[in-house]
């Protein structure tokens, strides 16, 4: 098949009915077409193609089923790849040096990167926290529009990971626009999600609540992290703390806690009892009442990794109880070390 821009769709559906498909770059079919291009023509001329030369480019989409559901690994199809029979992940292939790179090449670099070197690329600018490549990883990311339907496309990940390293506005608006215009989807969605959830990020009204509305309970859980409050929202929330999904129950609770919405209050007081986290001491410190004080002042006490969160609940809770509170569990955490 020469390799089009509905190309690897097409691969993936021949793929999972059994076929063993090939992909060609159109400059080398082109020297066989013969006459005015059309299908007929290019598909003797890829057929002549294949008889007369080895470079046919094996499917660059690597079936790698688990749990029923077919995943895939993406190559990138044009590059240059002097060794073509090399299998796709034969530990011969070299990863980018990216180590010594100026900043400016290795921006230059991110558009392009193919999968071999995706991690490493993307991964240096965002240990380098560079503003600069927030548009390169976007590019990165708008390569793959509309793919991932149904598989991680594993560059797209990479780019997002990379953005949630850098940080800061540009970075949290260039992942919400990956999100709200589509460009990342299906299970790279999930990915999405938690970057902008770990960036602060608000997206829309009316997207925001078909995220809480997904069939999948783990977009349900990711999308609380990104709503604002608003009639629609609130209603869908305080209807999914009661989701049979325990992730989207907490989620939903803690989403209005932040909002200081107190119809979390009792469901944020059994989620602290039975699963106690930094997520959920934040959101029940917005709306706590004097039982809550309580709680969180014991959880406080039994769970150390959460101690100092808790005082720091409590400073900013306007309470006389709370700042008391907060008194005696640093004398506690002082005399416990």
């Known amino acids: ?74 190559l990138d199809l044009f590059g240059d790849r002097p060794e073509l029979d090399r299998p796709a992940h034969s530990a011969t292939a070299t990863p980018f040096a990216v180590e010594g790179l100026p ?6 670099a991110i558009p392009d990167a193919t999968l071999v070197d995706v991690s490493a690329i993307t991964a240096e600018a965002g240990r380098r926290r560079l503003i600069a490549a927030v548009p390169a990883l976007t590019a990165l990311c708008n390569r793959f529009v509309g793919y991932g339907e149904r598989a991680v496309v594993p560059e797209q990940v990479a780019a997002l990971n990379a953005l949630g390293a850098i940080g800061g506005q540009e970075a949290a608006h260039a992942v919400s626009r990956l999100i709200v215009k589509r460009i990342v989807q299906g299970p790279t969605l999930l990915t999405a999600l938690t970057v902008a959830c770990h960036l602060g990020v608000v997206l829309p009204g009316d997207f925001a609540l078909s995220l809480l509305q997904h069939p999948n309970p783990l977009i349900r859980a990711a999308g609380c992290g990104c709503v604002r409050a608003g009639h629609k929202i609130i209603a869908e929330l305080i209807s999914l703390m009661g989701d049979l999904d325990d992730e989207v129950a907490i989620a939903s609770a803690c989403a209005l806690g932040r909002m200081g919405r107190t119809e979390a209050l009792g469901h944020l007081k059994s989620h602290l009892l039975e699963r106690p986290s930094l997520r959920i001491v934040e959101a029940l410190a917005r709306v706590a009442d004097d039982e809550a004080i309580v709680l969180l002042a014991r959880t406080g006490r039994a769970r150390r990794e959460l101690t100092a969160s808790v005082i720091s609940a409590f400073e900013d809770i306007e309470s006389p109880k709370a700042l008391s509170a907060a008194d005696a569990l640093k004398m506690f955490s002082r005399q416990a070390e």
């Not at 989409?61 to 690994?73: A, H, I, Q």
């Not at 900043?103 to 230059?108: K, N």
């Open 1 to 74: 098949m020469e390799a089009c821009a509905t190309a690897h769709y097409w691969v993936r559906e021949l793929i999972a009915l059994g076929h063993q498909v090939r992909l060609m770059t159109p400059t080398y079919v082109k020297a066989y077409v013969k006459r005015n291009k059309n299908d007929a023509t290019d598909a003797a001329a890829m057929l002549a193609y294949c008889r007369s030369t080895v470079r046919a480019i094996t499917s660059p989409y690597v079936l790698c089923g688990s749990e029923g559901m077919p995943d895939f690994v993406q």
């Open 103 to 108: 900043d400016d090449d290795l921006i230059a």
